[in-house]
T-cell receptor, first 114, second 116 residues
């Protein structure tokens, strides 16, 4: 079974500083990869996804992620964060053989400080 | 379009009580999902329905039942609630669910359930 590890449970960062959220998954077979964001007391919203093609994926709100097959990683980055980026971020993986079923990581809570 | 809606938003139950969480989507999606979210564990799939008329177990199905009432609605039932079922429950839907392609999942706002 697939597993997803988000290495940092919390990341404090100052406004306008860069941030990187790390995500590793267990299997190197063909996968689809996702990052979701959850703002306080809301549902999840898709930030970006990797299905195939270029390993650098750009998403909404200035976020991007890089798929590294050899390291089974899909780290999320933003060069300059805003207060409004304070949220919890989830990495998720779907095996291509598993249809649309997603396996989520434990989440990384980002707190942007002024 | 309202997207994915869930009712209720909050619920408190006593151990042993039963309840049904309702979910509806207006995007004409084929597939629907129920997840639970617990601190530090991300979201875990309880049940899913790849298409109208089918349901399958996910990672943590014990203690739950589901009904795909029609294409729009997918309900989750707790027959005898236990404190371990205290969680936030999310419903999601996607256009397709079969192998060979991937369709993004859209999430509802969640139901916060406490079992005393």
């Amino acid at each position: 079974a697939q597993s997803v590890t988000q290495l940092d449970s919390q990341v404090p960062v100052f406004e306008e500083a860069p941030v990187e959220l790390r995500c590793n998954y267990s299997s190197s077979v063909s996968v689809y990869l996702f990052w979701y964001v959850q703002y306080p007391n809301q549902g999840l919203q898709l930030l970006l996804k990797y299905l195939s093609g270029s390993t650098l994926v750009k998403g909404i709100n200035g976020f991007e992620a890089e798929f590294n097959k050899s390291q089974t990683s899909f780290h999320l980055r933003k060069p300059s964060v805003h207060i409004s980026d304070t949220a919890e971020y989830f990495c998720a993986v779907s095996d291509r053989a598993a249809g649309n079923k997603l396996t989520f990581g434990g989440g990384t809570r980002v707190l942007v400080k002024p | 379009n309202a997207g994915v809606t869930q009712t209720p938003k909050f619920q408190v139950l006593k151990t042993g009580q039963s309840m049904t969480l309702q979910c509806a989507q207006d995007m004409n999606h084929n597939s629907m999902y129920w997840y639970r979210q617990d601190p530090g564990m991300g979201l875990r799939l309880i049940y899913y329905s790849a298409s109208e008329g089918t349901t399958d177990k996910g990672e943590v199905p014990n203690g739950y039942n589901v009904s795909r009432l029609n294409k729009r609605e997918f309900s989750l039932r707790l027959e005898s609630a236990a404190p371990s079922q205290t969680s936030v429950y999310f419903c999601a839907s996607s256009e397709g669910g079969l192998a060979g392609g991937f369709y993004s999942q859209y999430f509802g706002p969640g139901t916060r359930l406490t079992v005393l």
